[in-house]
Structures are given as C-alpha cells and as structure tokens.
C-alpha cells in the first residue's frame, strides 16, 4: 500500500510533500504552526482572519485599542454603519504579520494566507483588497480564498505585481461552485493554481447547508476530477475535511489528487494558537459533544463543540472594537439577534443569546471552540499523562505521522 510520501505536489517549478495544514482562523493557524509545515516540505498557512487583534498580540501594537478609542462614542448605539476599518492600519497590520512570518521561514515549502470573503469588514471590496495586496507586497508564497464564492476577488487584484507569480488557491464544496468560480473569473487572465475541495466533515464554517450529512467528500473530489480532465484543465485538486490518518490522505493521492489539506489533527499541538485548556477540551470530546450549529452570524453551518463558552452567551457586540463581520451596511445578524433579547427583557442585566454568536469577540477569546467532525478522535492520537490529561503532540510529529503512515495507523509521541 502506498503513503503519502510516494507522491509530491507540483505547483510550477515546486515539489512539495502533499501535505497542507489548512487555515484556522483567528490565529489557530499560528505563524509557529505554519512554518513547522515549511520546514517540513509541506504547505502551512496563517489566516487574515482579524489580523490587527493578532498583530496587537503578536507584537504588542495597539490596533484593537486604538479603533475602540476613535469609536467609543458609539459603544451603546445598535447602529454600526459609522464603524470602518482605517485600510492604512489594516495594510499596516498584515505587512506586519506576514512579513515577520515570511522573513522566519526555514526550508523547502511554503507558507500561504486564509483569506475568508465572509469578512465584509463594513467595506467588503475595499478591505479585501487591501488584505489581499498587502499580503503580497509582504511576500506571502499564497492565497486561499475561503468562505465565499469570490467571484470578483481576482479582478481586486489582478494588477497586483505578483499576481501571476503567488500561488492563488480558491475553496470549493461543489463542482458548480468551481464552475461559477472559473467562469467569473476567465476575464481575469490566471487560472487558480489549486483547488481545495472541502467536504462536511472538515472544521470552521461548512460550504454545506444543514443537510451536510447527505454529502460525501470522496464523491465530490471524484465528480470535479472528472470535470477537470474532461475540461482538459490541469488544477491539483486537494481535498479537506476528515482525512485523519496517512491512509486517509494516501487513499484520496491515489485517486490522483494532489495533495490533502488537513487541520483538527494540528489543534493539538504545541504551535497551535489555541490555549492549553483549551486543547484539553479538543482531546476529552466525545462524538455526541460535537455539533453543526447555525450560531455564526455570517449565515453558514458551523462545526464546534457543544460545551463552548460562545454558545448561549450574551455579550454586548464589540464592533467598535472588531466589527469584522459587518455587511456593507454596518449589519451583523448577531447585533440583531442581541437587540432583540435586550428589548425583550428591558430588566435584565445580563441578556442570553443562543441563535447567534458574537463570534469575532468569542474567536479572538478562543471561545468558540470549533473542529472537525473526527475531533473525539483526537484522544486515540497521543498518551495520557499521569494526572489525566492528554500530552501534547509537535506538529512535526503529526506532520511525519500522515507522511510516512501505513495501515490506517497512528503514531503516538515517544
Ligand atoms: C479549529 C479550526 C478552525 C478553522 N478555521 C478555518 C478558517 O478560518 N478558514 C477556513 O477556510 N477554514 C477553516 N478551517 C477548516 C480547515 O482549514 C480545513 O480545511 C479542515 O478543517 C480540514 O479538515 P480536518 O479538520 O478534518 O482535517 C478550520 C478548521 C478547524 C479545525
């Protein structure tokens, strides 16, 4: 039987160990996190997922402060159309966060950015194309356009210097997805250089509805690989979402994609962004602890576990402060949903809201705890420690783990 290092992505002149640590918003995916993978010959990446609150952490600007401050007047007022980003500080910010991760990359492979279109940021275009040039100007070796169809992202930045030379990657849960994506952007000189095909049972926001269970990636990556030959167009296709083992990925390489892209695995391990707490959670959860819920403001079915602080908490919107899911007109459902439940219970001090989420406080706190569908099995993946927690994995130990196993199994940490 094969493994995953029988085989190599090619992207242009590049051979790449087919393995790529997908992104994990707000800082999971830690510079740390992906520069294990480059090292290692692989593909990581960082996310742009609130890069001024990362930034502010990373290096102790003072962004997040700084824009509360220019809009407190507003903190009360339910109406948050005057809430912008200033796009001089946001360029600022992700130069800072991908120039930094840029200059410590170590080795063979690459490290590209999470760029999510659901982060309308209260100026959809404008921000996205300031995110999407500065991470260029900042050298990043990629771009994964995640959460949103994109059908005007490449237009943003199609006379960007490097347009042609970074490798530009689109996500996808459906051929027609894909479909509408190449159509739209065929005016735009550039194929992708990549398709990621992420199926129901990956981590994050679902490109499903929730009938997500109905759907079965294997079945996806089969019917655009066939569409792409038939096309006679020639784009690795790598599939997410549930590939836990090196036989997973091995089995999906042999069906001649081009690489996996893999995340819950990594949440576990010391270059992960999350908390330790935190990643004890991860390790105990059973499968029944683990939901699709519709609790994320931006519309899409999201995968989390059920104990997570963000379930049910109603705190008091934060746009000030953050305000990355505004719409282009200063909405989020979640302001909505709190607006109501403060209007219903005009004595309470503390309201509760459980068909929303403050998510961009909640993923900056690291409390919204969302996974993968295979997290419960996160436990049989290391050793118990005395006291009855579980160890933490290296992420070049995971990394090698889904490299070179056979046979369905999993190393455990020496
Ligand atoms: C904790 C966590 C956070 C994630 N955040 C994002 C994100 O911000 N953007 C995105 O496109 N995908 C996100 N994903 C999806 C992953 O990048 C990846 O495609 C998927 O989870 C792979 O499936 P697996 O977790 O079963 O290996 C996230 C996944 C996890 C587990």
Redesign the pocket.
């Known amino acids: 039987m094969k493994r995953v290092d029988d085989f190599r992505l090619r992207l242009g002149n590049q051979e790449l160990v087919p393995i790529v640590i997908?992104?994990?918003?707000?800082d999971?995916?830690t510079a740390e996190l992906s520069l294990e993978a480059a090292r290692l010959g692989g593909i990581g990446?960082i996310?742009d997922?609130m890069v001024p609150t990362v930034s502010d952490r990373r290096f102790n600007t003072k962004y997040v402060r700084n824009k509360l401050a220019q809009y407190k007047f507003n903190v009360a007022n339910p109406d948050k159309s005057v809430v912008k980003f200033d796009l001089g500080l946001l360029a600022e910010a992700t130069k800072l966060h991908v120039s930094r991760t840029m200059e410590a990359k170590r080795g063979p492979g690459l490290v590209f950015i999470?760029c999510?279109e659901k982060l309308t940021m209260n100026a959809p275009k404008d921000t996205l194309r300031v995110r999407l040039s500065a991470a260029l100007d900042a050298g990043i070796d990629g771009v994964?356009l995640?959460?949103g169809l994109h059908l005007g992202t490449f237009s943003l930045i199609e006379d960007h210097p490097r347009y042609n030379d970074a490798k530009l990657g689109i996500?996808v849960s459906s051929l027609r997805a894909l479909q509408i994506f190449l159509k739209k952007n065929s005016r735009h000189g550039r194929l992708p250089d990549y398709v990621?095909v992420?199926g129901p049972?990956?981590?994050?926001?679902l490109g499903f509805g929730m009938d997500w269970a109905k759907y079965d990636l294997a079945a996806i990556v089969a019917e655009i690989h066939a569409w792409l030959v038939a096309e006679k167009l020639d784009i690795p296709l790598i599939p997410?979402?549930?590939?836990?083992t090196g036989s997973d990925a091995a089995n999906f390489l042999e069906m001649g994609a081009g690489a996996v892209?893999?995340?819950?695995?990594f949440?576990v391990t010391h270059e992960c962004g999350?908390p330790e707490d935190v990643q004890q959670e991860y390790f105990k959860a059973s499968e029944d602890q683990i939901e699709v819920n519709q609790i994320s403001p931006t519309g899409y079915p999201m995968r989390m576990l059920k104990n997570s602080p963000a379930i049910g908490s109603g705190i008091r919107p934060n746009c000030e402060a953050y305000g990355y899911l505004l719409d282009a007109s200063g909405n989020c459902q979640y302001i909505e949903a709190y607006n109501r439940e403060v209007a219903a219970h005009p004595e309470a001090r503390k309201v509760k809201v459980f068909d929303k989420t403050c998510l961009c406080t909640h993923m900056r706190n690291f409390d919204c705890w969302?996974?993968?569908?295979?997290t419960y099995r996160l436990k049989d993946t290391t050793r118990k420690n005395e006291d009855g927690s579980y160890q933490l994995l290296t992420a070049e130990h995971v990394f090698h783990d889904y490299q070179f196993s056979t046979d369905g199994k999993i190393a455990l940490p020496e």
């Open positions: 997908g992104g994990m918003g707000v999971i995916s990446h996310s997922a999470n999510m994964t995640a959460a996500i990621v992420e049972l990956a981590g994050g926001h997410a979402g549930g590939i836990f892209q893999v995340a819950t695995r949440t999350l969302t996974c993968g569908y295979y």
